[in-house]
Nanobody, 123 residues
């Protein structure tokens, strides 16, 4: 059974930083794409950052480019999201995602999901 467990969320002031972690188990972590989505209240879940197995290919939402960095530690079956220069509009529940089948990285279909970790950025 696939399990994705996020950690590292919290409250921070604008301009601050947080690092999210997602530990995967029951999943062929090292050969699959993984990444992060987020969902703010009243909004649809959106892709934030995604990475191929060796992190040589990464995708980012335009709104986070230059501020967020996705990375993976395959020895620990863990994917990270370093978030710098946080803005109030980054406030959302952040979800770890892993491919279940193929499809665009930003699609919410055919993915496994973690339970989410809350990120709140105050102005």
């Amino acid at each position: 059974q696939v399990q994705l467990v996020e950690s590292g969320g919290g409250s921070v002031q604008a301009g601050g930083s947080l690092r999210l972690s997602c530990a995967a188990s029951g999943y062929t972590y090292s050969s699959n794409w993984m990444g992060w989505f987020r969902q703010a209240p009243g909004k649809e879940r959106e892709g934030v950052a995604y990475s191929n197995p060796d992190s040589s290919i990464t995708y980012y939402a335009d709104s986070v480019k230059g501020r967020f960095t996705i990375s993976r530690d395959n020895a620990k079956n863990t994917v990270y999201l370093q978030m710098n220069s946080l803005k109030p509009e980054d406030t959302a529940m952040y979800y770890c995602a892993a491919n279940r089948y193929g499809g665009p990285w930003y699609s919410t279909r055919n993915k496994y999901w973690g339970q989410g970790t809350q990120v709140t950025v105050s102005s």
